[in-house]
Each structure stands twice: as structure tokens, then as C-alpha cells.
């Protein structure tokens, strides 16, 4: 491919060697194909059966496909600072800069309108999937053998560091830097970058898993305290947990755009770039079949109860979380359904007083969530949450629900200690009621900081970091310790 038109031809005299920079994995810190791929599949559920098609009528016909459906959000895609550095330190030696990528035309000349200055653009068409030789080829042909310098950053790159003058290298291990270095003598390293042990950790989003506590309630609202029981709902609690932990994955991968265009959730691995997003996938399925196989080992129901969670936040991630209203019922239900797999799994008869407690709580803990998410967007100015169906005139109905709801848990509370069943269980069983005041107060001022913006858009991280919280939630335990 030729040097576009209008463009100072680079191999005349007098000119400064031109730089050429590749895009996936280098200029930006992900790929491409892989973004493309998770949003058709995000937005087109129906359809993913057409990456397997297009795959079997090659990769560029794979790639041209999903740059006509699907947009990247190259705006917001992470940039790897050290590339981007070296671009403008070229730009400001008057040395012309290309990019030269496997990816769609489409995406890497929007890449190039966001850089600025870029003198043009290589890249996969229709017919041509520009990688490893080829794109050597089409980059000698355009500046001859050693007429560029060239910054890549995998093993498919080195046919065209071998037509470079200089290669320069962005790694993602050391073990690849001395590859390259044994390989390539005069090469240079700008950026040398992997993900680390705790970055993984962080994917999985454990503190989370504080929410899977809740199937140690069937426990401890039925006083049942055995070995076997403790030990069926320990493990079942490490079963939500890895499900959760893919849940996660699936939806950060799903929501990519969304979360980078969102003040906070832009730093979380994926979306940052410091994990690939093509690690995503295989770690998802990973803890899917721990769950699965720790399910095996508890009572069948629980096995059931899992996969229809399972279920559940796989639709959420793929449909349900862009449906008005939906998304937080369905939310609040997969808390409720974490308390069902507690009942499940130590076998004990089943408690429409905590189901329905649960099911309240959690809904109104859900709508909070979205209202701290509108309120940030209307600090910032914003109209429209991204990836959700709501928007900041919403906020307070939504406040509204939210308050309601969790009203409606006081109330469920409220009518369990006046049942017959609370008699049995409990020596002292009017001494309960001081939990209500407690509850009252804990839902009113969570909805009424939200409203402020003052909480955090996770309620559970809230909860877990928040002083006053903590103190209601020891004051309640000792409620009901000396109700028993």
C-alpha cells in the first residue's frame, strides 16, 4: 500500500526515516478483534453464530464483517503511554508517523483521527488481512528495506522487523523481551508490560463476595449449627463464589465500552487494558466448573439452584441489564436466589419470610445502584447512562422504588415477628422489634446519600467500608442474640 495522496513520499531525499507503529497490543492495550468480537456477541446475542461463518471465510472477511457491525469505541480505548510518547517525540522531529495494523480500515483511521498527526494508515480491507509477512510486504513496498522503523509487539511482527531499521518492541513478558533481543540485536525496548497475580484477583472482584454470605442465612435463621450443615453451606458458599467470580468476568468483558466511559469502573482490568481480554473468556470457564464441581458434591437442588443462577446473570449480561426496570429486579432476585441455594443446600424447609425479606432488600439495594450511577452522570453532565435504558430525569422515581422497597423489607420483617414461627425459634421474641427502627434508618439513609452522591454505586462496597453500617449491623446482631 502506497503512502496516501498528498503525503511527502518518504523514501525522497531529505526526508527523515518514517515511524510505523502497530495498533493491537502496542499503540492500544488490547486488540481489536477481540473488542469487536465481544460486542457483536454483547449487542447481537442471537446472531453469534455468525463468527463462526465469517471465521470459516477467513479472517479478513471475519474482521471487515464485524467493523460494519459493530463499533469499538475508539474514543475511549486504552492507550499504552510509551507508544504514544514515541509517536509524538517522532511528530516533533518532523518525522511522518503511520499506523499499520491487522485490524479493519474502519477502526484504525478512527484510532488515527483520535492520535492526530498520523500521515496514514495501513490495514486489513475486504480482501487483504494485513499481518505478519503481508504487511511486511505492503510496508517494503511503500519504503523499501530498512526505510522505517517499526514498533510492534508480538511474534507475528518479526518479518517485519526483519524490513526494518529498527525495531522497536512493546513486550508483554521478559521472557519475550530477550526472545526478541537474541533475535533482533539492534532492537530497542519501549515498553515492557504484563498482567500480575493480583491484577487477576482484582478481575474476579472478590470483595464482592461478601454478597454470597447470604446462604449462611437459611443457617442461621433456622439454628441448625451441626458440622455436616456448617460444612455443606461453607461449600456452597465457595460455589457462588466462583460462579460469581465468572458472572463478573463475562459482564466486564460484555460491557467494555460502558465501563470505560464510567469515572471508576474504567480502571478495572479488562477495561484498562492490564489484563487482555482474550485471557477473559477461558478464566470465566475456569471457575465455572469449579462451581459445577463443587455443586456436584451437595444435594441436587443446590446443583439446580446454581445453574438457574448461573442462567440468570448470563442472560443479565447478555439482554436483561439494558431492559428499564428489569435489570434490578433481576438483580434483587439473584440475591434472593443466593439465599435459596443456602436453604438448598443444608436441606431445611424452604422460608418465604427470608425470601421475601431478601428479595425487598436487595431490589431496593439494586435500584440504589443505578441511582448513584445517574447521579454521576448528571454530575458530569451527562444525559443517558451508558449501556443502561435510564436516564437522569429517572432519578427520582427511581429514588422513589428504591425507599419503597426497602420500606417493604421492614414490613416483611416486622410481620415474621409477629408469626407463630418466631415463637418457636426465639425465648424472647419481642425483643426483635428494635431491629425495625434499625432497618428503617439504615435503608432511609443509604437512599437519601445516594441522592447526594455520597455513595459508593456498589451498596455493598458501601456497605462494607462504611462506618455507620457496620455499627447498625452489630447492633442488630446483638438484637437478635438476646431475642434467642
Known amino acids: 500500500m502506497s503512502a496516501p495522496s498528498g503525503t511527502p513520499d518518504p523514501r525522497a531525499p531529505g526526508t527523515d526515516v518514517p515511524l510505523v507503529v502497530d495498533v493491537d497490543g502496542t499503540l492500544i492495550r488490547t486488540d481489536l478483534l477481540h473488542e469487536a468480537a465481544l460486542q457483536f456477541v454483547a449487542r447481537h446475542p442471537l446472531e453469534s453464530w455468525r463468527l ?105 511482527d518479526y518479518p517485519v522487523w526483519h524490513m526494518a531499521r529498527t525495531p522497536l518492541v512493546v513486550s508483554g513478558s521478559p521472557r519475550f523481551s530477550r526472545g526478541v533481543g537474541r533475535a533482533f540485536p539492534n532492537s530497542k525496548l519501549l515498553a515492557q508490560r504484563s498482567p500480575r497475580p493480583r491484577d487477576y484477583l482484582r478481575a474476579l472482584r472478590m470483595h464482592q463476595w461478601a454478597k454470597n454470605v447470604l446462604v449462611f442465612l437459611p443457617l442461621l435463621a433456622g439454628h441448625t449449627f451441626d458440622l455436616e450443615t456448617i460444612g455443606r453451606t461453607i461449600l456452597a458458599f465457595l460455589c457462588f463464589c466462583m460462579a460469581a467470580s465468572s458472572a463478573y468476568i463475562v459482564n466486564d468483558l460484555l460491557d467494555l465500552p460502558g465501563d470505560r466511559a464510567h469515572h471508576r469502573k474504567r480502571g478495572r482490568p479488562f477495561a484498562s487494558g492490564v489484563i487482555p481480554v482474550a485471557h477473559g473468556p477461558p478464566l470465566a470457564a475456569l471457575l465455572l466448573a469449579a462451581a459445577i464441581a463443587g455443586a456436584a458434591l451437595l444435594p441436587i437442588w443446590f446443583f439446580g439452584v446454581l445453574v438457574l443462577y448461573v442462567t ?56 440504589v445502584k443505578r441511582c448513584s450511577e445517574l447521579v454521576a452522570r448528571r454530575a458530569s453532565g451527562g444525559v443517558e447512562t451508558v449501556g443502561r435504558s435510564y436516564r437522569v430525569e429517572d432519578l427520582y422515581v427511581l429514588l422513589g422504588l428504591a425507599g419503597a422497597s426497602g420500606f417493604g423489607a421492614v414490613l416483611v420483617v ?66 437478635v442474640a438476646l431475642a434467642i
Open 312 to 367: 440468570a446473570t448470563l442472560a443479565y449480561s447478555l439482554v436483561l441489564k439494558r431492559k428499564l426496570l428489569i435489570d434490578v429486579i433481576v438483580l434483587g432476585g439473584l440475591y434472593s436466589v443466593r439465599v435459596l441455594g443456602g436453604v438448598a443446600a443444608v436441606g431445611v424447609e424452604q422460608s418465604p419470610w427470608l425470601l421475601m425479606f431478601s428479595l425487598f432488600l436487595f431490589l431496593c439495594l439494586a435500584i
Open 52 to 156: 463462526v461463518t465469517w471465521t470459516l471465510a477467513g479472517k479478513a472477511t471475519l474482521k471487515t464483517s464485524l467493523a460494519g457491525r459493530v463499533d469499538c469505541g475508539s474514543d475511549t480505548l486504552p492507550l499504552c503511554d510509551e507508544v504514544v510518547e514515541a509517536i509524538r517525540s517522532a511528530q516533533a522531529e518532523g518525522r511522518p508517523v503511520y499506523l499499520a495494523s491487522a485490524s479493519d480500515r474502519r477502526y484504525v483511521e478512527a484510532i488515527a483521527a483520535r492520535i492526530g498527526g498520523i500521515a496514514g494508515v495501513f490495514a486489513t480491507d475486504a480482501t487483504s488481512n494485513l499481518a505478519g509477512a503481508s504487511k511486511a510486504e505492503h510496508l517494503t513496498a511503500a519504503f523499501g528495506k530498512g526505510g522505517f522503523d517499526y514498533i510492534g509487539n508480538c511474534k507475528v
Open 414 to 479: 416486622s410481620l415474621y415477628i409477629a408469626s407463630p414461627e418466631v415463637q418457636e425459634l426465639y425465648a424472647h421474641p419481642q425483643r426483635l422489634w428494635l431491629i425495625c427502627p434499625l432497618l428503617l434508618y439504615w435503608v432511609s439513609r443509604v437512599v437519601v446519600l445516594s441522592n447526594r452522591g455520597t455513595l459508593h454505586d456498589d451498596p455493598v462496597v458501601s456497605a462494607l467500608t462504611d462506618r455507620v453500617s457496620w455499627m447498625v449491623g452489630s447492633l442488630g446482631a446483638v438484637v
